[in-house]
């Protein structure tokens, strides 16, 4: 029942104490590897989400589509992407540090989240084209540098 009294203002003060938790991790000492780093920007979009989704609820000017792709494009395809590259390198024995590539991918994830939110407010279809490129291009990419590292051989020792 999304639309029972009360429910938007639960979301956005869910919201606000999951940003307050974020806050707390102090994930800005985290910016010198970026395999952490976009564990926060993960973790920011659900807070994101959940005050966006609960002020459209609530009547506010905004679309309850903003709050729903900010979770599933921003929070749940970022979380996946950076759980995935971390537990493959990890599992096949590489340094858990994330490269050139492994940025691009996050880059990516995060340039189709806000494309998305630009387009929900602008109603440009050409970011909605950029949030699709840019969702397809991150998931493209990381098979395309993990897959490799998946069908090969453990390292039995991480690589310098």
Same mark, same amino acid.
């Given at each position: ?16 104490? +999951?940003?307050? *938790? =974020? #806050? ?10 970026? @395999?952490? &780093?976009?564990?926060? /920007? ?18 506010a ?29 990890? +599992?096949?024995? *590489? =340094? #858990?540090t ?6 691009a991918?996050?880059? @990516?994830? &995060?340039?189709?989240? /806000?494309?998305?939110i ?9 970011f ?7 969702w ?5 990419l990381?098979v395309a ?16």
């Amino acid at each position: 029942m999304p639309d029972a009294t009360g429910i938007g203002m639960l979301l956005i003060f869910s919201g606000a104490l +999951h940003l307050i *938790r =974020l #806050l707390r991790w102090r994930g800005w000492r985290t910016l010198g590897e970026p @395999l952490i &780093s976009i564990l926060h /920007l993960g973790y920011l979009w659900i807070a994101v989400g959940m005050f966006l989704l609960g002020l459209a609820i609530e009547g506010a000017d905004v679309r309850e589509s903003v709050g729903l792709h900010v979770l599933t494009i921003g929070a749940m395809g970022t979380m996946i992407l950076a759980v995935s590259t971390r537990a493959s390198l990890g +599992h096949t024995g *590489r =340094l #858990l540090t994330a490269g050139k590539g492994t940025c691009a991918v996050y880059s @990516l994830v &995060s340039l189709a989240v /806000l494309a998305r939110i630009v387009f929900e407010f602008s109603g440009a279809l050409s970011f909605l084209w950029v949030a699709a490129a840019a969702w397809t291009g991150a998931f493209a990419l990381f098979v395309a540098l993990y897959a490799p590292i998946w069908f090969a051989p453990r390292l039995t020792t991480p690589a310098p």
